[in-house]
């Protein structure tokens, strides 16, 4: 985690998929700093597994952050950096994008 941390920090990708299941409990913390390095700059999205899910209002969701709980589809998990790719995209040519976005997935 820390060195892709670092990787990410000095060569910003487009997307950052985290896994819960991979990360552990750390991936609140992996999450904010992965959003501090963001600056808007690239899509994060943190997958928690189900057994993660009460992690999930500790993680702020923003219009390029999301935060997804397990079971998902590999589809919808293509929507949604799709989707915030697109609000990526209008805010850098001067539409404002959402802040934030509340979401109610139960």
Known sequence: V???LSRVSTDPPDCVVLMGDSIGEEIVDVYDQIREL???RFVNIAVLAE???ALRSQLE???T???MV?????RELRREIHVLFQWQRKA?????APRKVVRNEG
């Not at 850098?92 to 404002?96: D, P, S």
């Open 2 to 4: 820390r060195r892709a």
């Open 51 to 53: 057994r993660q899910a």
């Open 70 to 74: 397990q079971p998902i589809t590999l």
């Open 61 to 63: 969701q923003t219009s």
């Open 92 to 96: 850098k040519e001067g539409n404002n």
């Open 38 to 40: 963001n600056g808007d």
């Open 65 to 67: 952050s999301r935060v």
